[in-house]
């Protein structure tokens, strides 16, 4: 999502859920691919979940304009 204004994401350009599908598992394939262990929650679903992450997260975000 678009996070350039405020905290939250904007999902307005979003795929429609049939296209984001697609991608969203290409996306877990590619992952399965490269990583010993992927696990995957159901598209579209609010989920609630636990995470416990060891070290440090980076999060990237890119962009193709300048600010």
Same mark, same amino acid.
């Given at each position: 999502?678009?996070?350039?204004?405020?905290?939250? $994401?904007?999902?307005?350009?979003?795929? $429609? $859920?049939?296209?984001?599908?697609?991608?969203?598992?290409?996306?877990?394939?590619?992952?399965?691919?490269?990583?010993?262990?992927?696990?995957?929650?159901?598209?579209?679903?609010?989920?609630?979940?636990?995470?416990?992450?060891?070290?440090?997260?980076?999060?990237?975000?890119?962009?193709?304009?300048?600010?």
């Amino acid at each position: 999502g678009d996070v350039r204004k405020g905290r939250r $994401p904007s999902f307005i350009k979003a795929a $429609p $859920p049939e296209k984001a599908q697609k991608l969203y598992e290409a996306l877990v394939d590619s992952c399965k691919k490269k990583v010993k262990t992927v696990e995957k929650g159901q598209f579209q679903a609010h989920m609630i979940i636990n995470v416990l992450n060891d070290g440090p997260v980076t999060v990237l975000l890119d962009s193709d304009k300048l600010f």
